[in-house]
C-alpha cells in the first residue's frame, strides 16, 4: 500500500525547491524525490507541486509515497572481478554498465547484487540498498571499489573516505593538453541548474578538490593521472570539463561526439586505476591496481597512432 506523509514546511526549508527540500526531508535521493513530484505525488495545501516548485513556510505537505517493489534477486554479474579479499572487505575491478548498488530507475547489474549472487557477506550497515558500500564509482567507469563485509570495516571505511586519508587514483584520456601540465583544480561541484542529470561548478556546490598530472601527451589528447582529495559525484568529468578538456567519450560533459565514434567508445575514459588504504581490522597497508580494460586500451592506442 501507499503511504502519505503529512507535515507542515520546516521554516528552514521554506523557499527550497521541492526536490532538494524532500531528499533532506524524507532521506530520498534527490531523483526519487523529482519522480514523486512529476508523478502528482506532492501536494502543499492541496495544489499539486512541480519539483522545481519552492516549498513556502507554514503550509501543509503532503508526499504519497508508493509501496516499495520487491527487492529483485541478486544475479551473477559478468566481467566483475574480486581482486582482494578476507573476513572484513572485498575489493572488486568493477566493469562498465555496472551500478554500486541499486537505485531507482537502475534495472541493470550491481556491484551489491553480483557479491550476494557469488555468495560473498556484505556488512548491513548504512540504508537498505547500499549496505556495505562506502563509495562509489559511476555506471559509466570502470575500475576499482572497496565493499565492506563487516560492520567494523564499514565504520572504520567510512571514516577513511571522510578524513581523506583513502588513496584513490584514477587514469583520464582527456581532450587537448593541460595547462599547466599538472596542478589542482579546486572548484566547488553541485547539481547544473540547467540540466537535472548533470553536475557543474557552481558556487553553492559541495568542495571539491582534484590534483592532475599529465602522463603523456598525443596529438589532440592527454593521459592523465588524477588523484582525488574529495569524491563528489561525476568530479573528475565535471573539473575536466570545466577547464574545457573533457575526458574523452565523455558527450555528457562536452566531449567530440565524431572523435567518440571514430575511437568506439561509449562512455568517458575514465579508470579507476588504484586504491590504497590502511586496512580497517589491523591498519597494515591494502594497495590494489588495475589495468585498462579492452575499450580504453584500445581507445587509447588509437589516440597515439593518429585518429583525430
Known amino acids: 500500500m501507499a503511504e502519505t506523509r503529512s507535515l507542515p514546511v520546516p521554516d528552514g526549508l521554506a523557499g527550497e525547491r521541492v526536490d532538494a527540500a524532500l531528499a533532506r526531508l524524507l532521506g530520498l535521493s534527490r531523483t526519487r524525490a523529482a519522480e514523486l513530484a512529476e508523478a502528482g505525488d506532492v501536494l502543499l495545501d492541496g495544489r499539486v ?44 575491478d568493477k566493469p562498465v554498465g555496472v551500478a554500486a548498488h541499486p537505485s531507482p530507475g537502475w534495472q541493470g547489474p550491481t556491484v551489491i547484487g553480483g557479491l550476494l ?3 560473498y557477506r556484505v556488512a548491513t550497515s548504512g540504508a537498505a540498498e547500499r549496505q556495505g558500500i562506502v563509495h562509489r564509482l559511476d555506471v559509466g567507469t570502470s575500475g576499482l571499489m572497496v565493499v565492506a563485509k563487516t560492520e567494523l570495516a564499514y565504520s572504520a571505511l567510512k571514516r577513511a573516505f571522510k578524513e581523506r586519508t583513502v588513496e584513490k587514483v584514477y587514469h583520464a584520456l582527456v581532450q587537448g593538453h593541460m595547462d599547466p601540465l599538472a596542478g589542482t583544480i579546486d572548484a566547488p561541484v553541485g547539481r547544473d541548474p540547467r540540466h537535472d542529470y548533470r553536475f557543474a561548478v557552481v558556487a ?56 567518440a565514434a571514430r575511437l568506439g567508445l561509449t562512455r568517458q575514459w575514465l579508470h579507476a586505476v588504484r586504491l590504497g588504504f590502511a586496512h580497517p581490522r589491523h591498519g597494515r597497508d591494502v594497495v590494489v591496481t588495475s589495468d585498462y580494460p579492452a575499450d580504453l586500451a584500445a581507445a587509447l592506442a588509437a589516440m597515439r597512432e593518429g585518429v583525430r
Open 49 to 92: 507541486l512541480g519539483k522545481s516548485d519552492r516549498l513556502v513556510a507554514g503550509g501543509w505537505l503532503e508526499v504519497t509515497l508508493p509501496e516499495a517493489p520487491a527487492p529483485a534477486p541478486p544475479e551473477p554479474v559478468p566481467g566483475l572481478d574480486v581482486v582482494h579479499e578476507d573476513e572484513d572487505i572485498v575489493v572488486v
Open 204 to 259: 553553492d556546490g559541495k568542495p571539491a578538490v582534484t590534483h592532475y598530472t599529465t602522463l603523456e601527451a598525443m596529438p589532440g589528447a592527454s593521459l592523465l593521472e588524477i588523484d582525488l582529495e574529495t569524491g563528489r559525484t561525476h568530479q573528475i568529468r565535471v573539473h575536466t570539463s570545466a577547464m574545457r578538456h573533457p575526458c574523452v567519450g565523455d558527450t555528457t560533459y562536452g566531449a567530440d561526439p565524431v572523435l
Open 117 to 119: 549472487a557469488a555468495g
